[in-house]
């Protein structure tokens, strides 16, 4: 198949084949967002409809934390997918992700959301 029939053509029409084994490690990383992101969800759901004995104002900004944490992580990983995609198919250095550090900050926001919700019931 031709670069050309490949989606999305933004990445598969640079630069020349890299090692199938890096781009299928590219997939994985890319995979193991999604169900990061599904994690999320998840988690947002439940503690919403679990309704524990929480501060419910407290509860639902954890909540929504969380859910919106689980929306932006496949759209920042299908960036971060590309972008190293195309950087070794260029020879070029793998680009950083911003997806750690801004996963990292939901998950503590949540958390003292949490802590404050338990302290506050």
């Known amino acids: 198949?031709?670069?050309?029939?490949?989606?999305?053509?933004?990445?598969?029409?640079?630069?020349?084949?890299?090692d199938a084994?890096?781009?299928?490690?590219?997939?994985?990383t890319f995979l193991a967002w999604i169900r990061t992101s599904l994690a999320f969800l998840a988690g947002g759901v439940a503690l919403e409809l679990l309704g524990?004995?929480?501060?419910?104002?407290?509860?639902?900004?954890?909540?929504?934390v969380l859910v919106v944490a689980g929306i932006v992580t496949p759209v920042l990983a299908w960036f971060g997918w590309g972008s190293a995609e195309r950087a070794m198919r260029l020879a070029r250095p793998l680009p950083s992700s911003p997806l750690g550090a801004v996963l990292?900050?939901?998950v503590s926001l949540a958390g003292l959301l949490l802590l404050l919700a338990i302290l506050l019931r």
């Open 1 to 18: 198949m031709s670069a050309r029939g490949r989606f999305p053509a933004s990445v598969y029409t640079h630069g020349t084949e890299p």
């Open 52 to 64: 524990l004995d929480l501060h419910p104002g407290l509860r639902l900004a954890a909540s929504l």
């Open 21 to 28: 084994r890096f781009t299928l490690a590219n997939e994985r």
């Open 104 to 106: 990292g900050i939901a």
